[in-house]
């Protein structure tokens, strides 16, 4: 997650804190039902509050209540462009299915196969994804390639535990204390999730290897592959004379990279791709 999205999470936390310490808060006696079926009890003493924050995990504020299930927090800046970033292909596969990575890998292999024609494409060798807001080429309607449940999965995850969100706070604003946290929080349901995902989006990330470092490590969805091997080691450096050697291809569930790649492409057909150091 980007720094500002862990100061959100944060300062939402450092204000619940800042209440609790004034005053022992307890959970209002009149809850929605979505609270109720998610097993939050009226009246319930407020135990604690932390931050989450861990790899993986969609909950990112946690309030601990006694004899109660607790308040797992998904929160969202209102501006936020990002819902889930960079994901691998393990972590597609555990939320989404094979039949999902599948879909996937062939959507991303033929949008990189007609991108590679565009005049403002710069030299790539696979494309990486994130989830979320986007417009331009980039970006592919989610719903062409996902459904509705698979929104609520990036959002809130799936299967049981702390890491999995019960609830949502959108705003661009703090809560001043955790009565108004409560007045603001939104069930995780089909109208707050169409509402949140209204140009939700797959953002496919091709990554020129000459001017990107870091994300190089990132996993990729399509695969440049050469039709043979260069009778010389080549040195490649525009997308232009790439493409004449080859085409994009599905890859396999097994976390390639950009940089795996890279060596692949040099080891095994001769053809050198310099990278940003």
């Not at 417009?135 to 799936?158: L, M, P």
């Amino acid at each position: 997650m980007s720094e500002k999205t862990d100061k959100f999470e944060r300062d939402i936390v450092s204000s619940i804190h800042k209440s609790l310490s004034s005053t022992n808060y307890h959970v209002p006696d009149t809850l929605p039902e979505w609270m109720r079926n998610e097993g939050i009890r009226f009246g319930a003493r407020v135990l604690g509050v932390d931050w989450v924050g861990s790899s993986g995990s969609k909950t990112d504020v946690i309030i601990r209540l006694e004899g109660s299930e607790p308040i797992k927090i998904s929160a969202k800046l209102s501006s936020a462009d990002y819902y889930g970033n960079w994901y691998s292909h393990t972590r597609v596969i555990e939320e989404f299915g094979e039949d999902g990575f599948n879909r996937l890998v062939t959507d991303c292999t033929n949008w990189a196969n007609g991108w590679k024609k565009n005049a403002t494409a710069s030299m790539f060798v696979g494309v990486s994804i994130c989830f979320g807001k986007r417009s331009g080429n980039t970006a592919r309607e989610f719903t062409d390639v996902f459904t509705y449940q698979d929104i609520v999965k990036i959002v809130a995850g799936f299967g049981k535990g702390d890491h999995i969100a019960n609830c949502l706070y959108q705003s661009s604003n703090i809560p001043g204390n955790i009565k108004d946290l409560f007045q603001n929080l939104q069930p995780i349901n089909q109208k707050t999730i169409y509402e949140l995902s209204s140009n939700f989006k797959i953002a496919y990330r091709p990554i020129n290897p000459m001017t990107e470092g870091t994300n190089r490590g990132k996993c990729i969805y399509t695969q440049f592959k050469p039709y043979n091997r260069l009778p010389v080691m080549t040195t490649v450096t525009s997308l232009s004379e790439l493409v004449q050697l080859g085409k994009f291809e599905p890859v396999e569930p097994n976390s390639i990279n950009h940089n795996r790649l890279l060596n692949e492409l040099e080891h095994n057909y001769n053809i050198f791709i310099p990278r940003k150091n």
